[in-house]
């Protein structure tokens, strides 16, 4: 990309190594390290991008975000200014590093801000995609990512359009939604309800901001339960973003359940063991997944039964 | 009869006026929009009007135009005497300027990027100075002519966010860079030297690779003697350390913690523009 176009910039804030380096060596004059510095690069990068440049911040976890985020907001945002924020390592992929490395607030805080489009890229495939379509679109993003080595889920020739979300399998028993990091979980646990013989369908969210609410209208219409899940807190990421479309629409009658991490902070371990630990894993998404509908069988159940009780009445 | 101060450079003596008259329009605004920061205006329009005056390659026909100097008002809370200093300069009609601070106004009461001719928004302290330095790294990397002028408050000089910036451009050897510090002595709720010691402040701006100057900031000729002869040194950024009297021009106001917030009432008002006008 920033061969292909000289108005590309990277300024990272001193982390990257190793991934960074062979960007400054062959584009010097597009590549800024800040230092360990997170609201300088921030503004530097508003600054840049006011003179007519595309640039991208980098840095690991909340250091791009919520270090720095009265400049992301007045800066970049307020300015309308073309500034794509990157962060690596989305949720609990610094794991034993501990909480103070665990994005887990970084959706809810960033689609909060006026003029931000925030995207959370699923697999390598969204990761190229998402850069490359945020690049060509003018102004303010946020591009969540994960630690790397997440599985390849999409094919190449996949659609990608930021604010479309993707539809990776068709079902009609329970959608599930998800964004960014628990992508291939999602796919997993599907495979296995299949085998229960429940149809899932799945919806790579990665565009959370501007939410795809055509894909929630059709989801609510067309399955009986949908399930959010996302390595972020419950509070204020993906699931609540649904949640408020649902709530706001009186035709959406469907069992719903948010799948995240408590509003807490976490234990040491892995990021396995983590996830785990929160129900974030294939066995998790399943069991939620199975019991939603239960309940939803349940609750049918005795409306059909007060139904027939009333009319008989 | 009003004065003409739109064409680019302005004489000696049009400079005093110049001031005079922006220091007059400032205080009918503040007083008409019951605002604060009066003192912080005071403080630093001699400097804006020599900057406007003679120092700044801008253009009011073109407010956007690429090669124009850039000036950032990094002490946002002033931006009255920043607006009337455009409104003189002709970026956009005087009537807005008794709109100030009103229901539905163009101009508000910190410094915005939708009024012609203010380069960026600023409020929030510690912000333009890393704005300044994206902008002069683009310009010095596509060997640009035009220059960056930032103004920091003293008390502004309080955020780490303006350290890490100083770092930075003394690093990149920004030698396109010019930062003026109103060093008014006054932060909101006292004397800087009680609230946060900034003193040695040349030497800390030194330390980090600056070439510095200090001057009296309502000497007319010494801010445009200094401020023509950026850079100071090659392969540094510029920095003035404009001395600054907190309220100047009003005898009541000056030096006073109060005229932070205060506003001036009616009476005030006639005070201060009797005191104004009454200076040749």
Known sequence: MAEEDDRVCLVTGDLGFGVVEP???????????????????????????????????????????????????????????????????????????GSSHHATEDIAVMRALPEMTVVAAGDPIETEMATRALAAREGAAYLRLGRSGEPVVHSRSVDFQVGKAIRVADGDDVTLITTGTMLHATVQAARQLAQEGIAARIISMHTIKPLDTDALYEAARETRAIITVEEHSIVGGLGSAVAEVLAEN???????????????????????????????SVEGIVESAMQLLERADARDDSQSVAATIAAGA | MAADFTQATLTNRDLAVFARTIRIATARMIHRAKSSHIGSCFSMIDLLAVLY????????????????????????HACAALDAVLAEKGFFPKSWLDTFYQDGSALGGHAMHSVPGVEVSTGSLGHGLSLGCGMALVAKRESQQWRVFTLLSDGECDEGSVWEAVLFAGHQQLENLVVIVDHNKIQSLGRTSEILNLHPLAKKWRACRWAVREIDGHNLEEIESVLSLVPFERGHPSCVIAHTVKGKGVSFMENKVLWHYRSPDDEELRAALAELSAVS
């Open chain 2, 53 to 76: 005056g003679r120092i700044l390659r801008v253009d009011a026909q073109r407010p956007a135009w690429p090669g124009r100097d850039r000036f950032i008002l990094s002490k946002g």
């Open chain 1, 250 to 280: 009186l035709e959406c009658h469907v069992h719903f359940k948010r799948m995240g991490l408590p509003s807490t902070f976490t234990a040491v371990g892995s990021r396995e063991f983590l996830a785990k630990f929160y129900s974030l």
């Open chain 1, 23 to 97: 960007f400054a060596t062959q584009f010097p004059s597009q590549f800024v390290n800040a230092g360990v510095a997170e609201q300088n690069m921030t503004g530097i990068a508003a600054g840049m991008a006011l003179c007519g440049k595309i640039v991208f911040t980098y840095s690991i976890a909340n250091f791009p975000t919520l270090r720095c985020l009265e400049q992301i907001r007045n800066d970049v945002c307020y300015h309308g200014a073309n500034v794509k924020i990157v962060s690596v390592g989305a949720g609990l992929a610094y794991g034993a590093l």
